[in-house]
Nanobody, 125 residues
């Protein structure tokens, strides 16, 4: 079992930046692939970014590639999502997720075992 707590969301103007953090507790953090997903009102949860448990391999959704960066600090049991050049369409609740069993990092929400409660990101014009 692992518990995930996101922070860092808020209101930002288009073109601005935010950094989300996800603090993990419980089982050994370094054993998990970590991902970020988001869900806008009336829409399905969608993949944003993920990072592997060991070698730092990352994957991004096309919509955020070049603007968002995922990273992790295993010593602090924390994964980050640096979001730059934010757009109104980035407005959503952002969720952190952990995948224990995956061989490689996944982009489907069903592959993840544990989820945080989410943090709201609102981008204004």
């Amino acid at each position: 079992q692992v518990q995930l707590v996101e922070s860092g969301g808020g209101l930002v103007q288009a073109g601005g930046s935010l950094r989300l953090s996800c603090a993990a507790s419980g089982r050994t953090f370094k054993n998990y692939h970590m991902g970020w997903f988001r869900q806008a009102p009336g829409q399905e949860r969608e993949f944003v970014a993920a990072i592997s448990r060991s070698d730092g391999y990352t994957r991004y959704a096309d919509s955020v590639k070049g603007r968002f960066t995922i990273s992790r600090d295993n010593a602090k049991n924390t994964v980050y999502l640096q979001m730059n050049s934010l757009k109104q369409e980035d407005t959503a609740v952002y969720y952190c997720a952990a995948d224990y069993l995956g061989v490689t990092i996944a982009t489907m929400a069903a592959e993840y075992d544990y989820w945080g409660q989410g943090t709201q990101v609102t981008v204004s014009s």
